[in-house]
C-alpha cells in the first residue's frame, strides 16, 4: 500500500541523509513538499541539507544520529513525532565499505560493516513500524545496491551487509502480510554504480584508488526511484539499467556471470593513483552534504572503462546463452 497521503503532506525519516544518495533524496522529497526528517553522524552536514530542503519547499529536521545505536534510532523515531505528529515513511539508507581482499581487511571494518548497514537497518525497520502502524500504513524502503542480488570481489563485507538487508525485507514484508498489516509496504531498492562521495569515504585495503566501476549514474537516479516506491510501493526497484542486466544475468547463468563480474570488477574498480590503507569513514562521520562524488566528470577513466564494459557486456550476453544452452544440455 502506497503512503496514506499526498507526498506533501507526508513525514519521512531518511538516514544517510548527509551525502551522496540520501541528500539528492532529501531535495527530491523537499520539491514535494515532504517533511523530511534527516539521519546521519554528521550534525553540520545535516543541517546544511535541511536548510536547502526548506529552500525548496519541504519541512526538515536534522538528527545526528548513529544507525548502529539502536536507542539512538529509537529517539530519531521519537523526534520526527514530536515535530511532524506521524512517521508516513521511512528510507534506510545509510552504508559504509571496506575494499580489499577478504583475507587482507581488519575483522573490526568488516564487522562495523555489518553493523552499519544490516543491523542499522533492522534498528530503522524496528523504530519505523510501530509508527507505521500508528499511521494507518506506509513505506518503508531500503536503498540497498545490485550487490544484494550479485557478488563483486574485494567487498565482501559489503556484498554479505546488502545481501543480509534484501533478506531481511523480503521476511518483513512476509510478516506484515500474515500478521494482517498489509498496509505497510516494505521495498528494496537496487542501485547500479553512482555518481557519490562513497568510493573517497569507503575503507581502503587495495594501495590504488578506489573509483566506481561504469557506467555511473547520478545520485537523481536512485533518489527518484526511491521518492517513486513512496507513492507506488512494490518489492524491489531496480535503479539505473545495468544493475537490472546485470541482476537477470546472475538469473539466469550465475556460474558464468560470477567470473565475469569478478574479470570486470578486477579491472574497472581501481584508478592509477596510490593509495595508503584508510578506515574512511567507517568509524567516524566524513560527510560534506555532497550529492555527487565528481566521478562522472573524470572523462578519460570513465571512456576506458566504459568501453571495458562494451566489451565485457557483448562477451557476457554472448556467454549467458552458452551457459543456458549448456544446462539445458546437461541439466546442470
Ligand atoms: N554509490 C553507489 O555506487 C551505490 C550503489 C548502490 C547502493 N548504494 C547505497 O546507497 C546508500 C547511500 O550511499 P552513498 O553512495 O550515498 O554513500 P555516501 O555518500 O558515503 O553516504 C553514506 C551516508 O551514510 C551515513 N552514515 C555512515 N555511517 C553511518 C552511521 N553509523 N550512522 C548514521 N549514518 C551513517 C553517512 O553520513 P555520516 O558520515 O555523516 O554518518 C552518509 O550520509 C548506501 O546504502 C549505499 O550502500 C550506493
Redesign the pocket.
Known amino acids: 500500500m502506497p503512503l496514506t497521503r499526498s507526498l506533501a503532506d507526508a513525514t519521512v525519516v531518511l538516514?544517510?541523509?548527509?551525502?551522496?544518495?540520501?541528500?539528492a533524496t532529501a531535495y527530491a522529497l523537499a520539491r514535494h513538499g515532504t517533511a523530511v526528517v534527516l539521519?546521519?553522524?554528521?550534525g553540520p552536514?545535516?543541517e546544511r541539507v535541511a536548510e536547502r530542503c526548506r529552500e525548496l519547499g519541504g519541512q526538515a529536521l536534522a538528527v545526528p544520529?548513529?544507525?548502529?545505536d539502536l536507542a539512538a534510532v529509537e529517539r530519531l523515531a521519537a523526534r520526527a513525532v514530536a515535530e511532524f505528529g506521524r512517521i508516513d515513511g521511512w528510507v534506510n539508507?545509510?552504508?559504509?565499505?571496506t575494499v580489499g581482499l577478504f583475507d587482507e581487511i581488519p575483522m573490526a571494518e568488516f564487522r562495523r560493516v555489518l553493523e552499519?548497514?544490516l543491523l542499522?537497518a533492522a534498528y530503522g525497520t524496528r523504530a519505523a513500524l510501530p509508527q507505521l502502524s500508528a499511521a494507518g500504513g506506509g513505506v518503508l524502503v531500503n536503498?540497498?545496491?545490485?550487490?544484494a542480488e550479485v557478488a563483486m570481489p574485494y567487498q565482501s563485507a559489503?556484498n554479505a551487509s546488502?545481501h543480509g538487508i534484501r533478506g531481511l525485507a523480503d521476511t518483513v514484508r512476509q510478516e506484515m502480510r500474515v500478521t494482517g498489516r498489509g498496509n505497510i509496504s516494505i521495498c528494496t531498492?537496487?542501485?547500479?554504480?553512482?555518481?557519490?562521495?562513497?568510493?573517497r569515504?569507503?575503507a581502503n585495503h587495495t594501495g590504488r584508488e578506489v573509483l566506481?566501476p561504469p557506467p555511473?549514474y547520478p545520485?537523481e537516479v536512485?533518489a527518484e526511484t526511491i521518492v517513486r516506491l513512496l507513492r507506488r510501493p512494490k518489492r524491489e526497484a531496480y535503479a539505473g539499467g545495468t544493475a537490472r542486466l546485470i541482476g537477470l544475468q546472475w538469473r539466469l547463468a550465475p556460474a558464468f556471470a560470477e567470473r565475469a563480474l569478478g574479470w570486470y570488477a578486477r579491472r574497472t574498480q581501481f584508478g592509477p593513483a596510490p593509495r595508503p590503507d584508510d578506515t574512511g569513514?567507517v568509524f567516524?562521520?566524513?560527510?560534506l552534504a555532497?550529492p555527487g562524488?565528481g566521478w562522472q566528470g573524470r572523462r578519460r577513466h570513465l571512456l576506458r572503462m566504459t568501453a571495458t564494459f562494451g566489451l565485457a557486456a557483448a562477451g557476457t550476453a554472448v556467454g549467458t546463452v552458452a551457459a543456458m544452452a549448456r544446462r539445458a544440455r546437461t541439466g546442470r
Open positions: 538516514t544517510g541523509a548527509s551525502s551522496g544518495i540520501g541528500t539521519a546521519a553522524r554528521s552536514a545535516l544520529t548513529d544507525v548502529t539508507n545509510a552504508a559504509v565499505g552499519v548497514n542499522g536503498n540497498a545496491s545490485v550487490l559489503y546488502k531498492v537496487l542501485p547500479a554504480s553512482i555518481d557519490t562521495p562513497f568510493f569515504h569507503t566506481p555511473v545520485p536512485v569513514n567516524h562521520a566524513d560527510a555532497l562524488g
